[in-house]
């Protein structure tokens, strides 16, 4: 026993160490997959860096020179009034020095008068002489000392550092996880979090094979969570979280892995009267027991063609199954879970369709006789619901039966403590309860359903909720009521 114990520690350590191999094999993988993608990245925003100033570059290059024009177009039309000017000048300057010649008075009066209108209109005497545009485009300059210190101080993004999971703070109750965090340090800088969970049968560290996917909850901005409507149809859940600022976000968490047990069974078809029509969770009432729709069916393959649908076909499984099912029989309509409790609190819920005359829901211990119903016989629980002609309610064990003075809940729920020998059932919304068995179960137990004219709906992986186990502790406290119908068994 020693040595097994010591190749079972072994075995199990050697799993640990496999999948820590697979785990850094990942990771390498992961750290040169992130890398290659943080230098694209890089490129990518050295290369809009880039554009930006070429764009900015060519914009301001076609600001000088168009500045550049409008000052020389300015000059020259200075230079071609200067011109005209000048020419205009030198001719009037040619006109009086040969005025200067004329010997008779009066002609040279003439001339003079002539020379000095003349030279009164003359544009030469209108020009400004300074330039109307200067040569400086020292207001085209740039300085770019402060944007090339801001490049040359530019560095890696602040990450986030990994926040820190208070596991004492966790909570998992009424199929609901609540996670809290909190930060190694301050940093004003985060914006949010993100949280990721994913379903497991292991405990410890999450694994590379054979493990689901994670599911994201993204945007989160408090530092606790709640997931909420959860189905616990696996032992346990992984959960990380990592902070992310407005542009990058930080590495995740040290997971850790939260005990979901909870009771997970489906409707067993292979057990059920033929009149039920059973799929997973879900079992109707079938008046035809199969056989009209079989007819229906193989009416509708005859007019269509000589060769039978593969979906309709005889030789499928569920028409096997169907066809030598006889586990129940007469007016035995039930049918069975098709996993056992044998110990420990269990709960799961079940909702009736509006429209059901009948059913039953409870336990009782395996093969039971293929005409017992549920309640009448000793080794058998339920609470029955009638709403044939009028509504009864009522809870019934070894043939006896007590009527429930209360109204019927749409849905309810059934909580088996085994250990504790007790069998209760509630209100599934208000949590109100119902009745409660006492006994010592001496053998394993399967969830038990009846059901005649409707359906019937079950709910399973469902943790017993909070409200029970006050309720239980309230009652266990008091001692409790002993039903009449209570038995040991």
Known sequence: ETLQRIVSTLVNKNDEIHNFIDMLNHTISNVQVNSSNAISELDEEFDGLYSVLHE?????????QQEEARKIQALQDQLSQCSRALESSEELLELAVQSLDIKNPVELLEAARQIKDSVTVASAFRLSLKPKVSDSMTHMMVDFALEKRMLQAV????VPKAPEIDVAACLVADNCITISWRMPEEDSRID???????????????????????????????????????????????????????AVAGEYSDPVTLETKAFVFSLDSTSSHLNLKVEDTYVEWDPTGGKGQEKIKGKENKNRSN????????NSPRASARGGRDRFAGESYTVLGDTAVESGQHYWEVRAQKDCKSYSVGVTYRNPGKFDQ?????SSWC???????????????????????????????????????QLSFYNANSKALLYTFRTKFTQPLLPGFMIWCG????????????????LQKSENGLGGSTSSLNNVA
């Open 56 to 64: 900015m570059k060519g914009s301001m290059t076609n600001t000088i």
């Open 155 to 158: 560095k890696f993004l602040p």
């Open 307 to 314: 060769t039978a649908s593969p979906k309709r076909s005889t």
């Open 383 to 421: 609470i029955h619901i009638n709403n044939w002609l009028q509504t009864t309610f009522s809870a019934k064990h070894n043939n006896k039966a007590k009527t429930l003075d209360i109204p019927v809940p749409d849905r309810i729920g059934v909580y088996c403590d085994f250990d504790g020998g």
């Open 455 to 470: 359906g019937l709906t079950v709910s399973t992986g469902l943790q017993v909720p909070s409200a029970v186990k006050t």
């Open 374 to 378: 549920l309640g009448k016989t000793n």
């Open 192 to 246: 949010h979090f993100v949280l990721e969970y994913r379903k497991t049968n292991f405990d410890g560290l999450p694994r590379l094979k054979g493990e689901q996917r994670w599911e994201l909850v993204d945007y989160i901005k408090a530092t606790q969570y709640t997931l909420s409507g959860l189905k616990f149809d696996t032992k346990y859940m992984n959960l990380r979280v990592q902070a992310c600022n407005k």
